[in-house]
């Protein structure tokens, strides 16, 4: 016969219980686009009503994978208030038993506006502080790396080099969603609105650049949302969306595909490919790639795969 669970009788061994169900940790990135001292102090109010709260501030890249391994094993919850750099860094460092809640705090932060939560940063964190809502989510791979919800090889990755070295000196912030608009029409105007297929989107042909979506919408501009791949999930595998030559006539459609959400996944120009776990590309040339908006520099050969069911994130 199975024992019963004996009671907590000892008064301090059950306040350290509740202390511990009630911890949590706050990463902050300072040099988010959106992060100032005063939003910080507001979140962190909103996050104390419900737990007892360490705030922890990045110094230098890649400190947030280290800062996530470092208090997982102390903390209930994890919340990540920075951009989409920050985020990424967060998941790469999570190892999915503890539940990340995430703060917009950059320009865009398409994470957590796609996970459904407001784009203002105090709204967000009083919908996370008092959430008791856990929702799995799968991840991305490239080349090894974790990504959340993008990956894009060629035009889009090279928009965000554009708006990294125009935007990354002096407090490394990165300007707005509009330079991004304005990268890619710089890219369209060189090109003079032709892009040849360069790309071998493994098993499914060639391709001008590819993008691949954990999920929908694949990013935003100002409030507008794009849906590159309208029929990704973040709970199934990643899309793939890569038009297979791009001309000025093109452009247009391919616009209007985004915006409107519909159109894509059965277009004859566009190669779509829908829940997958596994992909291969490989380029003529070196060709920029970025994952969430983070430049990964040039490369010829690109191994996607999907992790199903990797991370716990808190939804409002």
Request: proline content about 5%; cysteine-free; charged content about 25%.
């Amino acid at each position: 016969m199975r024992a019963a669970a004996r009671p907590v009788r000892d008064a301090a061994a059950l306040r350290a219980i509740l202390r511990a169900v009630r911890q949590a940790a706050l990463i902050v990135n300072p040099r988010a686009s959106r992060v100032t001292p005063a939003l910080v102090r507001a979140v962190e109010g909103e996050l104390r009503a419900a737990f007892e709260l360490q705030t922890l501030l990045t110094e230098r890249p890649g400190h947030a994978v280290e800062l996530v391994e470092q208090v997982a094993p102390e903390t209930a919850a994890i919340f990540v208030f920075s951009g989409d750099g920050g985020y990424n860094e967060s998941i790469n460092g999570a190892d999915g038993s503890i539940p990340l809640g995430f703060v917009p705090g950059g320009g865009t932060s398409v994470l957590p506006r796609a996970l459904g939560l407001p784009r203002d940063p105090v709204n967000a964190a009083h919908r996370l502080a008092s959430s008791r809502q856990r929702r799995r989510i799968s991840l991305g791979r490239v080349n090894g790396r974790r990504f959340a919800f993008s990956v894009g090889f060629g035009l889009d990755a090279a928009a965000v080099r554009l708006v990294d070295a125009a935007g990354r000196a002096g407090d490394g912030r990165r300007p707005g969603d509009l330079a991004f608009v304005s990268a890619f029409a710089r890219l369209l105007w060189r090109s003079r609105g032709r892009i040849e297929a360069t790309i071998e989107v493994g098993g499914f042909g060639r391709a001008a650049w590819v993008l691949v979506a954990n999920g929908d919408p694949y990013t935003y501009v100002g409030r507008v949302p794009l849906h590159a791949a309208p029929a990704a999930s973040f709970e199934g595998g990643f899309d793939v969306v890569a038009p297979r030559i791009v001309t000025a006539a093109s452009i247009p459609r391919l616009l209007a595909y985004g915006l409107r959400g519909r159109g894509q996944t059965h277009a004859e120009d566009l190669i779509y490919a829908h829940d997958l776990d596994r992909l291969e590309l490989r380029a003529d040339r070196p060709t920029t790639l970025q994952a969430d908006g983070e430049d990964l520099g040039d490369l010829e050969r690109v191994t996607l795969e999907a992790e199903r069911d990797a991370l716990s994130v808190i939804v409002g």
